[in-house]
């Protein structure tokens, strides 16, 4: 994953500005005689200094790596699953986020999550060293037969330490399919951070492409407000074969 083309500004110390990823899915019921509702998906990244996308701009090495195990009680219905990321870039800053879901459908057509995370930062030019844990609730409900869908996603701050406020956060969001071929998605969030939100558009030209786009105002912990704005297309080639 990179650009057309990459020069390193003259006097640097940046490689060849590319980024790759592997990653890989475990079913073990693949490796047992009864069906285990056991999986497990594990990554890892690496991204070179001069590094650049539509979203970032990588100014130093980064690695980083995670996996996520899952048990499904009742598949689609009821899981419980533990998910851990390490991100480092270079020797400035290091991110650990250990996270903990429990999803049930608690009836036809409506769904609840919890979690919990400990999230575990090391920036050094910054903050030092903080920790954060904290707590969140989610519930779906499908409207007219799944064709709309609203949320809600109540978060609160646990415990912290180091040099970190809170980051209690209520938010609320609708995915609407407003016609056959577009479907609209409005989020909005209110907290002792800021406020913020987003909006986004898929339009279905056909059964095989699509275009989209998202506008989203976000507050990030360590880099404050971001607005984002992506737009792009999606092509189904053949049956097993997605270009975007």
């Known amino acids: ?20 990823k592997i990653e890989q899915v475990v079913d073990f019921s693949e490796f047992t005689k009864s069906k285990m509702p056991l999986t497990f998906d594990g990554y890892y990244v690496k991204k070179n200094k001069g590094f650049a996308n539509f979203t970032d701009s990588i100014e130093n090495d980064i690695v980083e790596y995670g996996g996520e195990l899952r048990y499904d009680f009742i598949p689609n219905q009821k899981s419980l699953a533990i998910k851990h990321t390490f991100e480092k870039e270079t020797d400035t800053y290091q991110e650990r ?48 037969g799944g064709r709309h869908k609203v949320y809600g996603i109540l978060q609160g701050t646990m415990s912290r330490e180091g040099d970190v406020e809170d980051n209690n956060k209520l938010t609320l969001g609708i995915e609407s ?4 071929n577009l479907r609209l998605g409005l989020e909005g969030f209110t ?27 976000d507050i990030d912990s360590s880099s404050g ?15 097993k074969l997605d270009i975007y």
């Not at 994953?1 to 790759?20: L, Q, R």
């Not at 399919?177 to 056959?180: A, I």
């Not at 407000?225 to 792009?232: E, M």
């Open 1 to 20: 994953n990179g650009g057309i083309n990459f020069t390193a500004v003259p006097g640097s110390d940046e490689k060849d500005g590319k980024a790759w």
């Open 97 to 144: 986020i250990t996270s903990i879901f429990y999803k049930e459908e608690l009836q036809p057509g409506l769904r609840g999550t919890l979690e919990f995370q400990d999230r575990r930062e090391n920036n050094h030019s910054i903050a030092g060293t903080t920790r954060e844990t904290l707590g969140a609730f989610k519930i779906e409900k499908d409207l007219q």
């Open 177 to 180: 399919q407003v016609q056959k």
């Open 191 to 217: 907290s002792n951070r800021g406020e913020g939100g987003a909006v986004n558009v898929t339009y279905d030209v056909n059964e095989r492409a699509s275009f989209y786009t998202k506008v989203s105002n």
């Open 225 to 239: 407000r971001q607005i984002t704005t992506t737009v792009g297309t999606n092509f189904k080639a053949t049956s």
